[in-house]
Structures are given as C-alpha cells and as structure tokens.
C-alpha cells in the first residue's frame, strides 16, 4: 500500500466505517440466480481482499477501467459493459438476487469485460482501488434514505466523495443519478463542495448517451417523476 493511500485511509472518519450505506435485503433467489452465483462467480466474482489490487491482471488486460457502486439487478451494467467493449467495468453490489442475475446476464451476453464484487463500497474503494487509477466512477439510483434522521446512511457524503476523488484520474468522471429530488439537491453540494472535482454542467447534466434509460425510469418520467443526472470530473 503506498504512503498516499495510507494518508487516504487514516484520513477516513471513523464513523463513516461505523454506518453503512446499505441493508442487506436479501430477498429470494431464484434457481437461476443461484446456479448463475454457484457457476459463475469463480469466474468473473472478486472476493474482498485488503491491499491495492492488480486489476489488469484480474482482467487479463489494461484498459479504461470504471467503478460502479450498487448496480441493483444488473441489466444498465450489463448494458453499458456490451456497448463498451474496450472499456473494462467492476460492479459493486450487496444484494444476491441482483448479483446472481447480473452473472447470468455476463454469461448470457458473453461479456469478458465485467466483474462483481459484493462487500461494502467504502472498504472496497479504500483498500482494494490505487490512486489515480479510475476513469470513471458510476453510482446510479443510490439508496436515498429518504427519511431526515437517516440521511447520515446516504452514500454521497463529503468524506467519501474525497476518498472516490482520489481514486480517479486526472479527467476521470463522477457520474450520479437519482429520482429523489432531494437527494440530488444533497449530490449537488457535496459534489460541489469537493475542490478536486468540478462540475461539467452549469447544475444538473443531462442524461449521458451511456447510461441506459430502464423501464422503471421511463415509466416514471412518463408519469412526471424528475430523474437528475451529475456529472463531475476531476481537475
């Protein structure tokens, strides 16, 4: 671990590994989901392992490597991954079912430029990713932890929003998506706050041809449900 990411992690409050952003809802998996784990985790699943990892050699190759922290049930990630072959892409995810299905999609799809983890976003960031090594960073639809006294859970907070910063290149982008107003109100002014980064549009960014337009999403902007994007790169 160099000395830089040794300053990065000392520097991580203590209760920011304390609270987690995420409950574990399990949920029920179907028997797909659970032979797609059994089979193809081996394969393209990374266990947590502490220390600054070698992901060209986990992917085979070097390539523009992005972050995506809690892809749900997997079907933009898998969608980005299949449109962006020269591009290589970790998915996060803490939810069974959703990793199952996504390992049924990579098997599905034939995807070779794709990898799952499920551990806790903060640890895998901090210990596992380099400086600098980051060409983007994906974090759509988050958990938004609507209710006032819970907001401390969200995941975009000031202290790991420096922590991502630094994960990235120089030009490297943050990209968040949310459907709570109030959440991407939050988004706004810790991403702002962040001298590092900057924002790449005068306030919300509009949705980026990469990420994909989901059912869910399209019903509710069809119902009149606002969705805001931001996109921020770093100096």
């Known amino acids: 671990m160099t000395e830089k990411s040794k300053t990065v992690l000392s520097d991580l409050p203590e209760h920011l590994r304390r609270i987690r952003s995420f409950v574990r809802r399990e949920g029920r998996l179907t028997e797909g989901q659970s032979s797609a784990i059994e089979t193809g985790w081996p394969r393209w699943g990374v266990d947590f392992t502490p220390g600054m990892t070698n992901w060209d050699t986990i992917f085979g190759r070097s ?10 049930m997997g079907g933009a990630t898998a969608e980005i991954a299949r449109n962006h072959p020269a591009n290589d892409y970790l998915g996060i995810e803490v939810h069974r079912p959703g990793v199952g299905n996504l390992l049924k999609l ?46 401390k859970r969200r995941l975009i907070q000031p202290e790991f929003v420096r922590i991502l910063a630094t994960r990235l290149k120089q030009g490297g982008t943050i990209h968040c998506a949310t459907d709570w107003e109030n959440y991407a109100e939050q988004m706004l002014e810790v991403l702002s706050a962040e001298p590092s980064i900057e924002n790449t549009a005068s306030g919300y960014a509009e949705r980026p041809a990469y ?25």
């Open 211 to 235: 990420r994909p337009l989901t059912k869910f999403e399209n019903r509710g902007l069809k119902l009149g449900h606002g969705v805001w994007d931001l996109v921020f790169r770093k100096k």
């Open 106 to 151: 990579i098997a599905q799809d034939g995807l070779t430029n794709l990898r799952i983890m499920t551990h806790d976003a903060v640890d895998v960031v901090s210990e596992m990713i380099a400086p600098d090594s980051l060409d983007g960073i994906l974090i759509f639809f988050p958990d938004p932890w609507h209710k006032k006294r819970h907001h």
């Open 63 to 72: 390539a523009p490597r992005y972050l995506e922290i809690g892809f749900g």
